[in-house]
T-cell receptor, first 112, second 117 residues
Framework: AQSVTQLGSHVSVSEGALVLLRCNYS??????LFWYVQYPNQGLQLLLK??????LVKGINGFEAEFKKSETSFHLTKPSAHMSDAAEYFC??????????FGIGTKLQVIP | GAVVSQHPSWVICKSGTSVKIECRSL??????MFWYRQFPKQSLMLMAT?????????EQGVEKDKFLINHASLTLSTLTVTSAHPEDSSFYIC?????????????FGEGSRLTVL
């Protein structure tokens, strides 16, 4: 069984401030972890993924996430928020050849 | 990267009619495709999983006679909403997994906004 918890359905940050979106997971097997971004009326786009190897993963648009097994976390960060980062972000977990489980999503608002 | 195309992006139909949504993997073979429904301000709700050449597996509570899914080839899956009613209005998204991947990574279509009048 697997699950994802995203803390905070809405996060607001000022433009230029640090972005931190939290994700905790549970999985009975070594997990594959993903962050997706969704802009209004669009599908989901992969931001970054952790499969194996280096636990700090860099993705597109300056985002990165760190896999911490001891904390069962995969938080998404970006040093400096841009207005174009305003979107909904979904954390997801997979055990490989299994269904992907999504979190409820976090809507990021960037304040000018 | 892998591209999934979904069509149409927007569709408006009258109550009682049927609507077909197509999901195509453009540059890879998708052995498994997934159909999701997304209500406003909510996460993705998995409706069904379709594997090429076999019947779709529906999630609990999803009416298989209402939402017909066909996965006739490794690059095409279709979702048909039959006898649509206003409560079927929603954003439908498909995704695909490559047969060569064992990580579960999904590639998403652009989504289809269905409005039933």
């Amino acid at each position: 069984a697997q699950s994802v918890t995203q803390l905070g359905s809405h996060v607001s940050v000022s433009e230029g401030a640090l972005v931190l979106l939290r994700c905790n997971y549970s999985s009975s097997v070594p997990p594959y972890l993903f962050w997706y971004v969704q802009y209004p009326n669009q599908g989901l786009q992969l931001l970054l993924k952790y499969t194996t190897g280096a636990t700090l993963v860099k993705g597109i648009n300056g985002f990165e996430a760190e896999f911490k097994k001891s904390e069962t976390s995969f938080h998404l960060t970006k040093p400096s928020a841009h207005m174009s980062d305003a979107a909904e972000y979904f954390c997801a977990v997979s055990g490989g050849y299994q269904k992907v489980t999504f979190g409820i999503g976090t809507k990021l608002q960037v304040i000018p | 990267g892998a591209v999934v195309s979904q069509h149409p992006s927007w569709v408006i139909c009258k109550s009682g009619t049927s609507v077909k949504i197509e999901c195509r993997s453009l540059d890879f073979q998708a052995t498994t495709m997934f159909w999701y429904r997304q209500f406003p301000k909510q996460s993705l709700m998995l409706m069904a999983t379709s594997n090429e050449g076999s019947k779709a597996t529906y999630e609990q509570g999803v009416e298989k006679d209402k939402f017909l899914i066909n996965h006739a080839s490794l690059t095409l899956s279709t979702l048909t909403v039959t006898s649509a009613h206003p409560e079927d209005s929603s954003f439908y998204i498909c995704s695909a997994q490559s047969g060569g991947s064992n990580t579960g990574e999904l590639f998403f279509g652009e989504g289809s906004r269905l409005t039933v009048l």
